[in-house]
């Protein structure tokens, strides 16, 4: 399979049953975070390498629920511009220490 992108549909296919799932994030070339719907604990993300991969068309039952996840769920730290991200969050504010105050005298 190809490189993949965030928002993709794929199946995942790690030994057991393949599960229905969309990519979340690629943080390396070996990684891909993807998610799923796990019968016994609901939705979730799962890390897996991207041979376990394969890219479907298909739009299932699982997806609306998959996508709700996903829209609750900030954005990995350090993900460069994602398609429909809002701004990136940057450094917090009073990058400097506050001066001495005086009493007034």
Same mark, same amino acid.
């Given at each position: 399979? #190809?490189?993949? *992108?965030?928002?993709?549909?794929?199946?995942?296919?790690?030994?057991? $049953?393949?599960?229905?799932?969309?990519?979340?994030?690629?943080?390396?070339?070996?990684?891909?975070?993807?998610?799923?719907?796990?019968?016994?604990?609901?939705?979730?993300?799962?890390?897996?390498?991207?041979? $376990?991969?394969?890219?479907? #068309?298909?739009?299932? $039952? #699982?997806?609306?629920?998959?996508?709700?996840?996903? =829209?609750?769920?900030?954005?990995?730290?350090?993900? *460069?511009? =994602?398609?429909?991200?809002?701004?990136?969050?940057?450094?917090?504010?009073?990058?400097? $220490?506050?001066?001495?105050?005086?009493?007034? =005298?």
């Amino acid at each position: 399979m #190809e490189p993949v *992108s965030a928002g993709q549909l794929v199946v995942v296919d790690t030994g057991g $049953a393949p599960l229905h799932g969309i990519v979340f994030d690629t943080p390396s070339s070996s990684k891909v975070v993807v998610a799923i719907v796990d019968r016994g604990r609901g939705p979730g993300f799962r890390t897996v390498h991207p041979s $376990a991969l394969s890219e479907r #068309e298909d739009v299932v $039952a #699982e997806d609306h629920a998959l996508r709700l996840l996903i =829209r609750r769920t900030p954005a990995p730290a350090g993900a *460069s511009v =994602r398609p429909g991200a809002g701004a990136k969050r940057g450094q917090a504010g009073h990058t400097r $220490a506050a001066m001495h105050r005086t009493t007034g =005298r």
